[in-house]
């Protein structure tokens, strides 16, 4: 019987890290993400996980040692955020390139000059291009399922790319809501054993990962893992409907709320979702037509719903917790991308808010609102607004 | 009222009052080093406009930023030094001071620490060594003590800690001593001589973190920790004797190398010099 408790989504990602059975984790922490490994160290020491925790030095040192474990041929987790993502930088791209279905808990945060412990997404949206693919949780239910859902769609053979769970500062990962802890026997069931047949350790049959690509093998390597994360789409689309079958909770790539008939759509992600579903639910009491979509998967982009999405509205209005300077948030740019050859498509509003940890309120909300509004009227309008501003400091 | 107690504090006009009272819990050992440093330039009369003072992140990388009244560079965690070095080479007139924890210092960040004593740039560093890593809620670090627990260690710790003032004074730096917050006088005087010995120098503080290492390892006062330091203190004299089994769980106190060599800096501008000269491209304004 699955059990219905109440905890953080540091809780979950940590009973996600369980239930998965990693032998391996190496982690280090880092606020807000440290319970994390803080209790899956418990889980270790009480004997209810059998793993190697490894606390290492640094979060170049937990990924390291991940890749490590991971090109042996095992299961293995990690849990970081803001700083801690960045400093793993340069090993992201080696766990893609190589090939290693390696799961990543981050508690989503803003990242320093000045030095900011809330939220925001720049963390894991600065990781976009590491070919890692990225789920992003509305509460502390969808961090756990999304964290086995992760495990199972990275390892599947037409995947075998690593991937990141991404849960919002504090909003999420520090605040106690309700969960369903899923049985055991049906996890066991749902992900099965990791048996690489690419990542291995056996001296009988010896193996070089990660070696030198001269320029005539290079393109090639690198283009695998484009096809990898074009793979991803149908599996993880595979993976969510027999998530359902087993576990009864269902998960779309771009999850709607009343967009049926709707002009504007607001489009968001993470737990900012909830947010906006509520201002949805307050708006259509006032009879405007709006609605919400929620990106559960950022990458692999998920072209083909954001497409789908573009004909229901006039207008899309972006909401994000990122920038990409001089271009305004990362969602604009591929919103941008996916729709740009199409002959009709709605006007696109860009809303850059909620940095660094700043409440996003319906006054907030509001003022998108307003701007989104104008570009429904045809009216002159920014591109990419930045929300909530305090012009007074500036 | 609060006011009053800072105006009876000699030390105050080192302290950016509008930043205090400061976050480190009550009874961090944070502030006896605070007060040292502040006592240390006092006595030594550095203007605090000579002196650029880098933290990591941490507490212990709080106790000069915001604090302590002078140009302060907080950074990332572990690479204070290595901003340091930067920051040395950038103004060689400043006195350039790192105030920072064990975690950020000789954890994340140990190369550094280890490569700017062997360069032996003079750079002086300050490390409070609390034995955990404090901000992020007490895990296990390099440097805490075998046996202790922690919330990544719950039930003991198995690896041995890193000797931090030994691997220092081996790689190369001029002067390194290690003394603990129940060594206020001394401490005072080590940094003095840190702050004037050209190259580099490390003092190693061990702090008490009462909150997230005594709370678990049956010290939740300050002053329990404190008599334990005291109880464990070892003077290297006296730990010369003594066997690695003796050592176990002891603080060896005192001043570990105090010596010359050449300093990172001025051999690189005695080099520049060199070059110039034999290209002949020393001119009217060739200071660097
Ligand atoms: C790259 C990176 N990893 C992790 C952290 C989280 N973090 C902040 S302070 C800290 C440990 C601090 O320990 P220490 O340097 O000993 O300072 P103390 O708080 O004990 O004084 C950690 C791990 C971070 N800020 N950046
Ligand atoms: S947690 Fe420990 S080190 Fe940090 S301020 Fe409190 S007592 Fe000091
Ligand atoms: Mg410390």
Same mark, same amino acid.
């Given at each position: ?210 070696a030198l690509g001269f320029p005539a093998h290079y393109m090639e390597a690198r283009y695998t893992v484009w096809e990898a994360n074009e793979n991803a789409k149908k599996v993880i689309d595979e993976v969510f409907a027999e998530f359902e079958k087993k576990f009864g909770r269902k998960y779309q790539k771009v999850e709607e709320y009343r967009t049926e008939d709707a002009e504007v759509i607001f489009v968001t992600m993470g737990s900012l979702a909830g947010t906006v579903k509520e201002y949805v639910d307050h708006l259509r009491e006032q009879g405007l037509k709006v609605g919400v979509a929620k990106l559960t998967v950022y990458r692999p982009f998920p072209t083909e719903e954001v497409r789908e999405l573009a004909k229901k509205a006039k207008v899309l209005a972006l909401l994000e917790k990122n920038v990409t ?70 | 009222? /609060? ?34 440093? /502040? ?34 560079? =907080? ?36 190369? =550094? ?34 046996? /202790? ?10 690896? =041995? ?116 000269? =034999? ?10």
């Open positions: 019987m699955p059990i219905r408790t109440v905890m953080k989504a540091n809780e979950a990602a940590a009973w996600a890290a369980k239930l998965a059975k990693p032998k391996v984790i190496a982690a280090f922490p880092i606020t807000p993400s440290t319970l994390v490994p803080e209790k899956i160290s418990e889980f270790v020491a009480d004997g209810e996980l059998d793993a190697e925790f490894i606390k290492v030095e640094s979060e170049h040192s937990a990924i390291s040692a991940c890749v490590g474990a991971s090109a042996a041929g095992v299961r293995t987790f990690t849990a970081t955020a803001s700083q801690g993502l960045a400093l793993m930088h340069e090993i992201l791209f080696i766990a893609a390139g190589m090939r290693l279905p390696i799961v990543i808990a981050v508690g989503n945060r803003a990242l320093s000059a000045p030095i900011n412990i809330w939220n925001d997404w720049q963390d894991t949206i600065s990781e976009r291009d590491t070919g890692w693919l990225q789920f992003y949780a509305e509460n502390n239910q969808e961090a756990l399922d999304l964290i086995l859902i992760a495990f199972k769609v990275a390892e599947d053979e037409r995947v075998l790319l690593p991937a990141m769970v991404g849960f919002d500062a504090f909003i999420l990962t520090h605040t106690v809501e309700p969960v369903e802890i899923p049985d055991q026997e049906v996890v066991d069931e749902f992900l099965g054993e990791y048996e690489p047949k690419h990542a291995y350790l056996d001296p009988a049959r010896p193996i070089t990962q990660g300077f001089s271009v305004g948030g990362a969602l604009f740019q591929d919103f941008s991308r996916a729709l740009v050859n199409l002959d009709e498509r709605p006007k696109i509003v860009d809303f850059i808010l909620g940095l660094g940890g700043r409440d996003v309120t319906f006054k907030d909300l509001d003022e998108a609102l307003a701007i989104a509004q104008r570009a429904l009227n045809g009216e002159e309008f920014d591109e990419v607004n930045w929300i909530g501003l305090r012009k007074e400091i500036l | 009222m /609060a006011k009053e107690i800072y105006s009876r504090y000699p030390m105050v006009k080192y302290l950016r009052k509008e930043a205090l009272p400061t976050a480190l819990c009550p009874g961090c050992g944070g502030g006896t080093v605070l007060n040292a440093f /502040a006592n240390a330039v006092d006595q030594l009369r550095i203007d605090p406009k000579d002196l650029v003072v880098v933290s990591g992140i941490g507490c212990s990388a709080w106790i000069a930023s915001p604090y302590f009244l002078a140009d302060t560079l =907080h950074t990332t965690h572990g690479r204070a030094i290595a901003f340091a070095t930067g920051v040395k080479v950038g103004l060689p007139d400043k006195k350039v001071v790192v105030i920072s924890g064990d975690g950020d210092l000789a954890s994340i960040g140990g190369n =550094h620490l280890i490569h700017a004593a062997r360069r032996n740039i003079d750079i002086t560093v300050i490390l409070v060594n609390n034995m955990i890593y404090g901000m992020t809620g007490g895990q296990v670090a390099p440097t805490t003590p075998f046996g /202790a627990k922690t919330t990544t260690s719950p039930y003991r710790n198995i690896e =041995h800690p890193l000797q931090i003032s030994e691997t220092v004074a081996a790689a190369g730096a001029s002067y390194v001593a290690r003394w603990t917050t129940a060594h206020v006088y001394q401490l005072i005087e080590s940094i003095k001589k840190a702050l004037q010995v050209k190259g580099f120098s490390l003092v190693e503080v061990v702090s008490q973190c009462p909150v997230q290492f005594g709370r678990r390892n049956r010290m939740k006062e300050p002053a329990e920790m404190l008599r334990w330091f005291l109880k464990n203190s070892v003077p290297i004299s006296k730990a010369k004797k003594m066997s690695p089994e003796e050592l176990e769980g002891k603080f060896v106190i005192g001043e570990f190398v105090n010596r010359e060599r050449p300093e990172f800096v001025s051999e690189l501008n005695k080099l520049i010099d060199e070059v110039q000269e =034999h290209f002949g491209l020393k001119g009217e304004d060739d200071g660097v």
